[in-house]
């Protein structure tokens, strides 16, 4: 029998404007390099996730978010752990966008995400959040 994998809780934000939603390239050097994702990160232990969210953000993005409700949650095995995902719906209090901790960013229509490879978690949340099969 193999030992149960450990499980990472990750949040993420979706955040709209115009129609558009901002998803985040990882780095090369990340784990799963250079795919896309909804803006986000682990939840560390002591920490909300509203907590981790808004440190997310400020650490990848430079931007100050506000924190609205949970709006979709999918597990995602992968091979060495699973990551438990919680999507919430945040809007921007800053405006300006950097791209410190992510390769780069994107507004994106829901329609062109199948243009850009997607993390499988991601990917699986964003199928549940547009009723995609």
Known sequence: MSAPQRTIR????VLE??????ITQRRASAV????????????EAGETD?????RELTHRLGVEIDVGKL?????HPYEHYVVDLFLYECTLVTELLETRAVNA???ALS???DQYPFTPADEA??????GVN
Do not use: T
Not at 10 to 13: F, G, K, L, Q, R
Not at 71 to 75: G, H, N, R
Not at 125 to 130: A, D, F, H, I, V
């Open 10 to 13: 990750v949040v993420a934000a």
């Open 17 to 22: 404007r115009d129609g558009r939603y901002l």
């Open 32 to 43: 799963l390099p250079l795919m896309w994702e909804f803006p986000g990160g682990r939840v």
């Open 50 to 54: 509203q907590q981790a969210l808004k």
């Open 71 to 75: 709006i979709s949650f999918v597990s």
């Open 105 to 107: 960013y994107k507004w």
């Open 111 to 113: 329609q062109e995400f």
């Open 125 to 130: 949340s964003m199928n549940k959040l547009l």
